[in-house]
């Protein structure tokens, strides 16, 4: 336990709290506030407070890349004989553990460290293979039902994108398109308030011309835009976006 | 830049500014978490090709032994893939958590492991300068690391390099008393100061 001399009156749970995150305490000490913690629900908030506030300081390290091995001993290390997986509802019987306490973790009031979310956001590995869809010379245009026009950063344009009523989506790269020789333009249809549909990777320089799948197109129905990452060669891992953006713009019915 | 994670925001992101961008970011980890506590492993792969260099950093850091920074990490995401029932997304920051996960693993491994000596002295080491090194690191999302390092350096010289140390060692304070050559009620006193000190800087 800590000593108690020294410390301003009241802020020895405050301490112990600190003390506990930063490390210092003995074995002892330690086991002590972990044991106290389910229970204690003033020092449960002042410990989680503390995590917010240092954990900051471990953001400033250098990223290091775990060896490729590493995810397959996770994956065989994980418990899969239990008899259910964990519950989506969490309506079962709480856990008893601390690092499992949803107290512990409600007393979180907000996200002093969500600023550094983005520091985490790390580029997706070589990309598993995704079918690129055709690169084609301008079709004889059905009569489009929707348009959208895609505007790079500093407002000038990037892309135009037209779909036609039998859902042939065709997107042209403006008079001067963004380039670039290391990453592929990979488009994404937002619906609003949904995550991104990628739907491939198209070309930089000419007409791509793709059909929607048809699991798509009913989502067409909510205000949707459109936009192109950078993605690296053979496009976004597994579907998920990890470039900057190149361009956006709403999908307006004509 | 944006990043991919902007992607997730509602249209008109575009104008969004750097706060709507990061509480997407913050989002995205949110409903990764959540799919990890359904028990969706696709997810828990995603999570972990998102965040593992991070985390994997603050290990080797911690265990400058490779094999030790390896097999804590491992311990790490065992933990997250047990504990993302106990992560309520509405609560809590993603990234105080899988933070607090991975420095409570390292933290432990070192307590069983006892005293140890570093080969490399990184006490003293203060933040990456080189700015390059860290591509990912956003300037908006800077914003919250710098306050921390701003509020470090309102420390005395020594006093900060004794929170740093005992941050990244994870050195009892008996440990550290040791290590830095000084009286455990000096550095008791250094560190207790110093906390508070921080504290009153961070919540200013």
Known sequence: MAETTDIPEGMQTELLAAEYV????????????????????????????WNQRLGALALDVPDATPPAWLWARIVDALPLSAAAPPSRTRSGPAPAGFWDSLAFWRTLAG?????????????WRPAPEIEPPVAVAPAPAAVPAHAAALVQDDGRGGYTATLDHDHRLRVSPAADPPHSD????????IPEGQAPISLGVIAQDTTTELTLPSDVVPLLS?????????EPPGGAPQGVATGPVVAVGALFDL | MLQFIALAAPPGFMTADATSTQRAAREHLQQLLAAVAGG?????????????AKLFGICVRMLPERGEAEDVLQEAYVAI???ARGYDPALASPVTWLVAVVRNKAIDRLRAAG????????????????????????????????????????????????????FWEGLTYEELAERLAVPLGTLKSWIRRSLLKLKVCLDG
């Open chain 1, 222 to 230: 909510a205000p949707t835009v459109l936009a192109v990452t950078w």
């Open chain 1, 182 to 189: 290391t990453q592929v333009p990979e488009l994404w249809l």
């Open chain 2, 81 to 83: 893939w047990q504990r």
């Open chain 2, 115 to 166: 005293p140890r000596r570093r080969d490399v002295a990184i006490d003293a080491a203060g933040p990456l300068e080189d700015e390059g090194a860290q591509p990912l690191r956003e300037a908006e999302a800077a914003v919250e690391g710098r306050r921390i390092e701003d509020c470090m350096n309102t420390l005395e010289t020594r006093q900060r390099d004794a929170v740093r140390t005992a």
């Open chain 1, 111 to 123: 996200g002093a460290l969500a600023a550094a979310v983005i520091a985490f956001v790390a580029p």
């Open chain 1, 22 to 49: 930063l490390g210092v305490l003995d074995p002892h000490a330690r086991r002590g506030v972990e044991a106290r913690l389910p229970g204690d629900a003033a020092l449960a908030a002042a410990v989680a407070m």
């Open chain 2, 40 to 52: 969706d492993r696709d997810a828990f792969e995603r999570l972990y090709r998102l965040t593992s």
